[in-house]
């Protein structure tokens, strides 16, 4: 704020003797109330010059906001679909070879008898589920042509995903003997007996693989676009289990327990498998989330670049209002420093004018941040139709304020010093 006339001094040398004796936390608050009242005396221009960081700060916290929402609805979408609890072991058939993915000739994988052992060396509570999706034709003693083309090799226990309206899964024992039983999901059923209600399978016949299985249960399918047959492990032969090595999930009772459980896992298939761990990969769901949260980041990252540029050109406009201030106010530094100010003194006057603005100015594109955000959910969902939300996080306003700092001390630092500089009695004499 330029002052004029016996009045102004009289305000400068009170300011200057008194400024001199006061603590240094009080010599700090004197100076941002100072620095709040020269920007309040020039309001406008002030907010003016200081738009483009007012613009940046906008759109880095509506882009931050969103990438954060974006991010947690990912998450939600990863949790719905997989289990976090979830540990899949699964077999690498394939090694890279000059970076070309080429089938080994020899490789370790389960068979029935190597699932129950691992299962049963977990020291922790969890339940252990094995697959094998196997290739082939599925087809009925009574009906020409294919029926159904998706045959699964199951252990005991089921998965709870698999629930039965008709009939019954087959036994411990007829897994263990290898009963020629089976059951099949209700779009095979309904192949099975046409017209008749889907209950009538039951007892009937598919044939696999040139063997007939009698069907004893019926599993609810979800819209399935195929047959399926779900039979015992133990029907599987070597040679079907190395052409199509099966997978093994492990589902920990808590989560806090996947990484020990994973250990666990890793140190028993060491013991006992040959080739030890080259032969499978071990894979849980935290994997798959901290792969997301890594594209997040990398994203946050370069959209916070790219807008960053408007932040600079903001930054450019609080030096300029700075370098105004210094010529307007070049009389009244000047008999600061015939008063005794010393040049830290000035220096720091500036320094803390230029904190405040640029503070100022984070704080107007904060609001206009948020502002803008909660007017663009509504489009998007309109859009999408994804129930989303921008997520407001600490460290998204912890940013803002480090970057007000930031452009504080950076695009002052020169005007303050070359207020710091003056000349006091070449500055004196412009009066």
Do not use: C
């Amino acid at each position: 704020m330029a002052l004029a006339g016996g009045e102004g001094l009289a305000y400068l040398v009170e300011q200057s003797t008194d400024k001199d004796s006061l603590l240094p936390m009080k010599k700090i608050l004197v100076s941002f109330a100072t620095a709040f009242q020269n920007i309040r005396s020039r309001f406008f221009h002030t907010v003016l010059s200081i738009l483009g960081i007012v613009i940046g700060v906008a759109a880095l916290v509506a882009i931050l906001s969103l990438i954060d929402g974006m991010e947690q609805y990912a998450q939600e979408q990863i949790t719905k679909t997989t289990s976090l609890k979830a540990i899949l072991v699964q077999p690498s058939p394939y090694k890279s070879v000059n970076e070309v993915q080429v089938r080994k000739a020899d490789y370790a994988y389960f068979n029935y008898n190597s699932f129950t052992k691992m299962r049963s060396s977990l020291t922790l509570p969890a339940k252990a589920y094995l697959y094998s999706r196997q290739n082939g034709e599925i087809s009925t003693q009574t009906a020409t042509g294919k029926t159904g083309s998706i045959i699964t090799a199951l252990g005991l226990p089921l998965h709870p995903d698999l629930s039965l309206i008709h009939g019954r899964a087959f036994s411990e024992t007829e897994l263990k003997n290898g009963q020629p039983v089976a059951f099949v999901n209700q779009k095979l059923a309904r192949q099975l007996v046409g017209k008749q209600p889907e209950k009538a399978a039951l007892g009937k016949q598919v044939i696999y693989n040139g063997k007939a299985l009698t069907v004893i249960g019926i599993s609810a399918d979800k819209d399935a676009k195929a047959g399926q047959l779900l039979m015992p492990f133990t029907l599987l032969s070597d040679s079907a289990l190395k052409a199509t090595p099966p997978m093994a999930v492990i589902e920990a009772g808590n989560v806090e327990d996947v990484p020990a459980l994973k250990t666990e896992l890793e140190t028993w298939l060491k013991g006992n498998m040959k080739n030890q761990l080259a032969d499978f990969s071990i894979i849980t769901n935290e994997q798959r989330v901290d792969q997301a949260a890594k594209g997040f980041l990398l994203f946050r990252i370069i959209m916070g670049l790219i807008v960053g540029i408007s932040v600079l050109v903001g930054g450019i406009g609080v030096m300029n209002v700075l370098l105004i201030s210094v010529n307007e106010r070049t009389v009244e530094i000047g008999v600061r420093k015939a008063l005794g100010a010393k040049k830290r003194d000035i220096l720091w006057q500036f320094l803390s004018e230029s904190i405040t603005i640029s503070t100022f100015g984070s704080l107007l594109g904060l609001v206009l941040g948020l502002l803008s955000t909660m007017a663009f959910i509504p489009i998007v969902k309109a859009l999408t139709e994804v129930p989303f939300q921008a997520a407001y996080t600490w460290n998204t306003f912890i940013l803002i304020m480090v970057i007000a700092m930031l452009i504080g001390v950076i695009f002052g630092t020169y005007p303050a010093m070359r207020a710091a500089r003056l000349d006091p009695v070449e500055a004196i004499r412009r009066e």
